[in-house]
């Protein structure tokens, strides 16, 4: 009696393991994902690298940029606050990988290579790039002069305009840099014929040093997209993400931010360029 | 002028080669260079007075410097506890603490600190602050009332994690020449004043706490005082991490407005500073009375 009523118990114990072991399965998932965290924790955090006009520190050190309207708006959407981690773009996929924060929210172009390390949501942003050239360089250039091997291009190491420097012109020889600035300062000094950027920094530049640089061609050259990158296997928070830059897509917020940071200088008083 | 007086016709002329080489130096530069000097930015970037707040506040490169100086005191005090510790397992007795010192500081002292740090940051700096729950940890603190004298120590509690992380990977390399400048001192004591330690009755313990250590930590200041120089200006390594210090801000300071050169140099300005006053002090400690 009592070893039958055990065994009997031990059998519906098993049973119900069994039959659970999917539905546990799918909220162990559920569990897991950074949004989760996120709701839990109250607050999202994002990563980013500083690259005008996308993030960038105002007069008073502050962050500000497309980026910053970007996550806050999608902090706010989350009811939760938003803590933006400001971190080197040589490191920044392996950061997110370890966990330093939830989401790269930094213009960050989809690449296949990316992809197999990082998934990636629908793009938020088709930033269109432009040429900076050396005046003198390249006077007479027409677009196919520049795929020369003669040619050179300076670019920041891994971001969009280099992605399309290499699509575009893939026999000019290419100079990789770890930021902006230096790129710029190759074509000034004549190391390079040109760099490519998203607007509004060549125009920017150009009036600058005005005897020196120009933007020779009036069309942008559209990337890729660019896209919030996310650890893998997390479907839900890829749900999320995409759904959110759905609805501010099709509402027109992102467009209306993105013009905003990119067409405009309404933003150059903030910042000493 | 004394000074003056003392120079004869060679050091003239070696004044003259001197002024001439960089002379050259600088006019090839500002011939190639093309380059929009903007040096007026720069002040308001170390402090700058806010015009809706009514105070002034310490931007960019200062909240840097700030950094660099706690991250540099942390990290010190942190690797001459694990190098004193070090310097003495170096001398034991034990066969395997000998060699476990030995493995350790062989290891740290062989491979460049950049990838040391990268190692430390990528596979154990996040298992460490994720197991202790850092990141809630200085959160809340972050968001509680209280959050005014955490700063002051810490900085931004919101990046305190990074800047243990920083600390301490800081601290792990140094910590092997600290160890070694240790260890010299310890050997550097007679063995007569060990033995007449133990012949009075001293164990092992109390011959290092109160015969040996008291003169080598005496004996190593001057090396001592010159690594800690040295820690300062490798801080500067803790950037490529992420870590908000000095020449972090800088990187974000140019990314942000290419005010490439004045940033760079005057950050160099700010650690030469820091690095040169410190190295008086410590001579003027070091000479004899």
Same mark, same amino acid.
């Given at each position: 009696m009592f070893t039958r009523r055990t065994i009997g118990l031990a059998f519906a114990a098993l049973a119900a393991t069994t039959l659970a072991a999917p539905a546990q399965t799918t909220q162990a998932l559920t569990q897991e994902s950074v949004i989760e965290k996120i709701k839990e924790e109250g607050v999202i955090r994002i990563g980013l690298s500083l690259f005008t006009p996308w993030s960038m520190r105002d007069i008073n050190g502050e962050l500000i940029g497309f980026e910053l309207d970007v996550g806050r708006a999608l902090a706010e959407d989350m009811g939760v606050d938003v803590e933006f981690v400001p971190t080197a773009w040589d490191g920044i996929i392996p950061a997110l990988v370890s966990g330093n924060f939830d989401v790269i929210i930094s213009g960050m172009s989809i690449t296949p290579a990316r992809n197999l390390t990082v998934n990636f949501t629908e793009p938020y942003a088709f930033s269109g790039v432009t040429i900076l050239a050396n005046t003198a360089m390249t006077e007479?250039?027409?677009?196919? *002069?520049?795929?020369?091997? *003669?040619v050179t291009f300076a670019a920041r190491r891994g971001a969009t305009p280099a992605n399309v420097i290499a699509t575009l012109f893939p026999e000019a020889t290419l100079l990789l840099f770890d930021e902006d600035g230096a790129s710029t300062q190759e074509v000034l000094n004549g190391n390079a014929h040109a760099t490519m950027a998203s607007d509004p920094t060549p125009s920017t530049e150009a009036r600058r040093y005005p005897d020196t640089l120009s933007v020779p061609f009036d069309q942008t050259f559209l990337a890729t997209g660019e896209s919030f990158a996310l650890r893998k296997g997390d479907p839900d928070a890829l749900n999320f993400f995409n759904n959110w830059i759905g609805i501010k897509t099709r509402s027109g917020w992102l467009q209306a931010r993105n013009d905003y940071w990119f067409k405009g200088d309404a933003w150059a008083d903030q910042v000493s360029q | 002028m004394p000074f003056i007086k003392r120079l004869r016709w060679p050091d003239y002329v070696i004044a003259a080669v001197l002024a001439a080489f960089f002379g050259t130096i600088i006019f090839t530069i500002e011939g190639k260079l093309n380059y929009d000097w903007r040096?007026?930015?720069?002040p308001d970037y170390i402090l700058r007075y806010r015009e809706d707040r009514q105070e002034w506040f310490a931007n960019l490169l200062l909240q840097g410097l700030i950094a660099t100086v706690r991250i540099s005191l942390y990290a010190s005090v942190l690797a001459l506890i694990l190098g004193t510790i070090l310097g003495i397992a170096r001398t034991a007795e034990n066969l395997t603490v000998r060699m476990l010192a030995r493995t350790y500081l062989e290891l740290l002292r062989n491979i460049p600190p950049v990838v040391i740090v990268f190692i430390f940051f990528f596979f154990l700096s996040q298992q460490l602050i994720d197991a202790l729950n850092l990141n809630r940890w200085s959160r809340d603190i972050a968001r509680s009332e209280n959050a005014a004298v955490w700063e002051f120590f810490f900085g931004d509690m919101r990046r305190f994690p990074s800047l243990v992380s920083g600390v301490i990977v800081l601290a792990l390399f140094e910590s092997a020449f600290v160890g070694e400048i240790v260890r010299a001192g310890i050997q550097s004591i007679p063995k007569g004043q060990r033995e007449a330690a133990r012949s009075i009755g001293m164990g092992r313990f109390q011959e290092m706490r109160y015969i040996v250590l008291p003169q080598a930590m005496k004996k190593v200041v001057p090396p001592m005082a010159n690594q800690f120089i040295t820690l300062i200006k490798d801080s500067s390594i803790i950037s490529l991490i992420s870590v908000q210090e000095l020449t972090y801000k800088t990187v974000e300071l140019v990314a942000s407005t290419r005010l490439i050169f004045e940033a760079w140099i005057t950050t160099a300005a700010f650690y030469f500073v820091i690095c040169f006053s410190l190295s008086m002090l410590f001579r003027r400690f070091e000479a004899p009375r």
């Open positions: 007479g250039f027409t677009l196919e *002069d520049y795929n020369s091997p *003669d | 040096w007026h930015l720069v």
